[in-house]
């Protein structure tokens, strides 16, 4: 049964907030040991506040959300935790920003104005973290000059602080953290400390990307660096494991998991004649394996993302596909399954993603007990 006493709905998505709260706790300790505070990335969990409430008293130092429209709701039921907007915001979030966001990432000059003005208007000042582009490509300025010249903005801007510098790593060409990107960082904030006269309060080195940089027992980043932005390696830290080598001594993988039932089984060829490409565009070949026994389930890419991300937890199944709504396994070698039966897995990212921010899949809230 759900929490709210109604028969579970499927495809739903398996939460265990106490093993979040212990991730959350084992990343901030590992990080408050080289003297950087972490602020917790909820932006995958369509902001939601039990996801909020496990990171906070793990220990993070903000909750960060990518939508202004998320920051409303955190406020009210965490009116003492600071709040971090990671996305500089639209004009139409404007309010939503200047009443409700302690710290935003920023790096637009003409958005810095027009934040200013809409914190005028409400009594507030956020703070802001300005962004260096260190090379992958995404938001923020790539040279130093213009850094400072934007920091001078924002210290004559009335209703804004400048907090810090800020960058990103991975996420949209791949270039990783490394002693000399970070670097360039700390210079960028020292040249702007000199320029403004003061202290910053933070130096923001990226996200879950830069544990690789605190794997082997050492912090390989710049000392001035005291901030990262973590969200993916608390909620699911599989994810970093799989696909970057990053694991840590504590951190549990049993925090989220889907479940979903089969909705058809039977036995059918496992290669197609000839070849085409699916729904997606993409050209599809399988291997021959003879006939195999299939299951159909109700879930697919419109749910989750790619279901071919799925890690089977049923010993004996294996993800043959996916298209927008049913997901195909092979279960030849798999327990006695029948139509009607759920088969559960371990979930990448995106999968998560796209599970919280659609509204297909229920969300299910466990806990160790």
Not at 39 to 57: C, H, L, N, T
Not at 81 to 103: I, V
Not at 154 to 177: D, Y
Not at 363 to 368: P, S, V
Request: some cysteine.
């Amino acid at each position: 049964m759900s929490e709210n006493g109604m028969k579970e709905r499927f495809p739903s998505l398996r939460v265990n907030t106490d093993a979040i709260r212990t991730n959350a706790r084992v990343l901030c300790d590992l990080c408050g040991s080289y003297g950087i505070s972490v602020a917790g990335v909820i932006k995958f969990s369509d902001g939601d506040p039990r996801i909020a409430q496990a990171y906070s008293e793990g220990g993070c130092a903000q909750i960060a959300v990518s939508r202004a429209l998320h920051l409303p709701e955190l406020k009210r039921q965490f009116p003492r935790t600071e709040t971090l907007l990671t996305r500089a915001p639209c004009r139409c979030d404007l309010e939503n920003a200047a009443r409700f966001a302690d710290l935003i990432l920023h790096a637009d000059a003409d958005g810095l104005r027009a934040l200013n003005e809409e914190a005028k208007k409400w009594g507030t000042t956020p703070g802001i973290i300005l962004m260096l582009d260190v090379g992958d490509l995404r938001e923020g300025v790539d040279n130093i000059p213009d850094l400072v010249e934007l920091a001078l903005l924002c210290e004559a801007l009335p209703n804004l602080r400048l907090k810090g510098v800020g960058t990103n790593h991975a996420c949209l060409n791949g270039v990783l953290p490394s002693l000399e990107n970070l670097s360039f960082l700390v210079q960028g904030a020292e040249q702007v400390e000199k320029a403004i006269g003061r202290k910053l309060e933070w130096i923001s080195g990226g996200s879950s990307i830069n544990l690789l940089l605190l794997c082997e027992g050492e912090n390989k980043m710049p000392p001035r660096v005291n901030h990262l932005r973590l969200g993916g390696s608390i909620a699911n830290p599989m994810n970093i494991r799989l696909g970057r080598g990053v694991t840590f001594e504590g951190l549990r993988e049993d925090s989220v998991s889907l479940a979903a039932e089969i909705i058809e089984i039977r036995e059918k060829a496992s290669a197609v004649v000839g070849s085409t490409k699916n729904w997606a565009g993409q050209t599809v070949k399988q291997e021959d394996k003879g006939r195999r026994l299939r299951a159909i389930l109700a879930v697919g890419s419109q749910d989750i993302s790619s279901a071919r991300d799925l890690i089977p937890l049923d010993e004996g199944v294996s993800v043959v596909g996916c298209s927008s709504d049913h997901t195909i396994v092979d279960v030849t070698d798999a327990r006695p399954l029948k139509s009607g039966d759920v088969l559960h897995f371990r979930v990448r990212y995106a999968n998560m993603l796209y599970a919280f921010t659609g509204n297909h899949v229920e969300i299910r809230y466990q806990t160790d007990e």
